[in-house]
């Protein structure tokens, strides 16, 4: 399997990308971002519809689904994937937006600034072995 996973500011500009396991068939890094970025105006319609922090599959790219998760504070978390997970994708988002809220409480983070922490990467890295 493999996953690429962003998350996305409030400014639209991503803050943490990591590719995950297996890379993702066809072109590289700037294919998935922009299949993302294409997906957010669909999160943007998608969000305001729904209670729901989860906003499951919100679109398709060939063989890939974007699947995504949006925060109380309109940050975006969204995974490019290749297969179906909706229980372990949920799963993930919830683990890892509690770990993104932790380091929000940092006193010297600020919203919307890249997340270039090793130990944050590494815990998402965790999280996805767990449950993708």
Do not use: C
């Not at 998350?7 to 700037?30: C, F, M, Q, W």
């Not at 669909?42 to 949006?70: C, E, G, H, Q």
């Amino acid at each position: 399997m493999s996953y690429y996973f962003a998350i996305v500011g409030t400014r639209d500009s991503p803050i943490y990308e990591a590719a995950i396991g297996n890379p993702l068939k066809d072109d590289g890094k700037h294919l998935h971002q922009f299949v993302l970025h294409a997906a957010l105006d669909f999160v943007d319609d998608i969000m305001w519809t729904t209670p729901n922090m989860y906003l499951r599959v919100v679109d398709k790219f060939n063989d890939w689904f974007v699947s995504a998760f949006v925060s109380a504070g309109n940050i975006r978390f969204m995974l490019l994937h290749d297969s179906k997970n909706e229980d372990g994708i949920r799963n993930f988002f919830t683990d890892v937006h509690e770990l993104y809220v932790k380091s929000l409480m940092n006193p010297f983070y600020e919203v919307n600034d890249p997340i270039d922490n090793p130990a944050f990467d590494l815990k998402v890295r965790t999280i996805a072995r767990r449950y993708l």
